[in-house]
């Protein structure tokens, strides 16, 4: 039987971004120790780092060697679904013990990071060696970079960072000087990518800690189809210090369709936020109505913002009325709420993890539950995402809806 012939890994063209195939990376029969090793040399400029990135290839290496490119086999992952979110560490969260910041001191976290004792798992110093610090620190300034940061009594005492080029987050790493402040900031990232509709976090290595949150090695194939889904959506180049708002768009009169698409237009004008997503358009029967009247077109999209939510309320309320939006009280005589048809309709549905019963402003919608044309776009969006106060994701309220009216998917996203 012949030999099998190694592999050697590739050595980069400093003048080209050009990598090779993440199925070429080394196994432990080419080399023991060094499977998943791919290229070595090149630069680390924002431009090729994402190129690796949406290519499943991250760099990593000590000081004083080459830069070392891997594409691991098996890859770790972690589901959105499948975060194990403990009773004790959902009571610190919930405690308000601890504040989570994103993107306002990331150089503070990378240098942490790269202070973090890693002889418990077999590492002998750092690979956060400042040429990396310095390259995240640029990836950061253009937008890609970003870090999810734990305070404790005004100090940073823990956090985490890590790359997103598409709707996933690539972790590289985590610290904290206090107990559980990076655990506190890693369930900010999931609740950040479940309302934000992300596939899944990368979490390149298998590490105890990350397996005890829930991270599970899938095989590299699987993971690169996956990052092709996750990368069909680009995320836009910005900082993460924004609000996320979650909003229903609602129409019954008109051009359904144009409506809602300028509603869209307007709100992001509106909300001065960087990019939004939404979901497919859906028709349904009018819900609440005592007459026949035209069916609803509805969405659900997601913005960002840097208002609050009154503001939100009040910028809502103002594109409503431009397009058209005239509110009556329709009288009832029967104690229940009566609805009339309008030209736009927009509800705010989540603000972050903000609960807040106002007398003018209910967050969470209080009956997101009930509306089955609100749920399906919503469960095309953020499925995964945990409801304030209920307990429950968006896909459990829909499999649990009490309304069982015909709701169909007619159009492409708005």
Known sequence: MARRKPKYPYFLDPDSLWFPKPSEALTDEDADGFAGLLAIGGDLSV???????????????????????????????????????????????????????????FEQVIRSCATVDRTAYG??????????????IRLHEAGLAHSFETFLDGSLVGGLYGVSTGMFFSGESMFH?????????????VEFCRINGFHFIDAQQPTPHLASLGAKPIPRTIFLE???????????????????????????????????????????ECLGG??????????????GFDE?????????????????????????????????RERHEVPSSDGKRH?????????????????LDDPDLQIPHPRLSQRRFVLEPLARLCPHYECPGTGKTV?????ECPDHSQVKEVLPEC
């Not at 770790?76 to 403990?86: H, K």
């Not at 590492?123 to 400042?130: L, S």
């Not at 927009?346 to 972050?352: E, G, P, Q, S």
């Open 226 to 268: 996956r990052l092709k889904e996750a990368l069909k959506v680009r995320i836009q180049a910005e900082k993460w210090d924004y609000h996320t708002v979650v909003l229903s768009f609602g129409s019954n009169m008109g051009d359904r369709e144009r409506t809602i698409r300028e509603a869209a237009v307007r709100v992001k």
């Open 123 to 136: 590492q002998d110093g750092t690979w956060i060696v400042e040429d990396m610090i310095e390259a995240y």
């Open 339 to 355: 609805y009339e048809s309008r030209p736009i309709d927009i509800d705010i549905l989540f603000y972050d993890s903000l609960q």
């Open 292 to 324: 026949p009247v035209e069916g609803f077109y509805n969405c659900c999209a997601v913005f960002h913002t840097k208002l609050s939510p009154h503001e939100v309320l009040e910028a809502l309320h103002d594109v409503e009325n431009s397009l058209g």
């Open 47 to 105: 431009n090729r780092l994402i190129a690796a990135y949406s290519q499943g290839i991250f760099p990593w290496y000590s000081e004083g060697t080459p830069i070392f490119w891997w594409s691991l086999d098996p890859r770790m992952v972690m589901d959105l679904d499948g975060f194990r979110f403990s009773k004790s560490l959902r009571r610190t969260v919930k405690s308000g013990r601890f504040e989570v910041r994103v993107d306002t001191c």
């Open 177 to 189: 000087t206090v107990p559980d402040a990076s655990k506190v900031a890693f369930a900010k990232l």
């Open 395 to 399: 896909a459990q309220l829909l499999k």
């Open 274 to 287: 960087f990019g939004s997503w939404s979901s497919p358009f859906y028709e349904s029967d009018p819900w």
